[in-house]
């Protein structure tokens, strides 16, 4: 009998894939959005799999890697958020723009 350990069967590295960062095997969906999910936005492993094309397998998988690489995946997240974060600062939104725009056009007019 051979014996495949559970994560490898759900849980995959690929260089190039997903910044190389683990994810669901076969999927995009990287073992730090699961953790996000899951913790911050208060997702019951059932509801990620309603909204998602994934076994609750795969769910528990990523939460167990997670759990066992927390450091290391909480890293990742930082890293993430911190990238998110500069490209906002470095890049206006085109909607506020606009917005801001319209308001000193409606600044302008006289009123009656």
Do not use: F
């Not at 059932?46 to 795969?58: N, Q």
């Not at 939460?63 to 890293?79: G, K, N, P, S, T």
């Amino acid at each position: 009998m051979t014996y495949i350990p559970v994560l490898a069967e759900h849980i995959e590295i690929t260089p190039g894939v997903c910044g190389g960062k683990p994810r669901i095997a076969g999927h995009r969906i990287r073992v730090e959005d699961i953790a996000i999910w899951h913790e911050r936005m208060g997702l019951s492993p059932e509801e990620i799999v309603g909204r998602y094309p994934i076994t609750l397998s795969d769910v528990y998988a990523a939460l167990a890697y997670y759990h066992d690489h927390l450091e290391e995946i909480r890293q990742q997240i930082r890293e993430d958020e911190a990238i998110v974060q500069q490209m906002q600062a470095s890049t206006p939104s085109l909607l506020q723009e606009k917005l801001r725009q319209q308001n000193a056009a409606n600044d302008s007019i006289p009123p009656r």
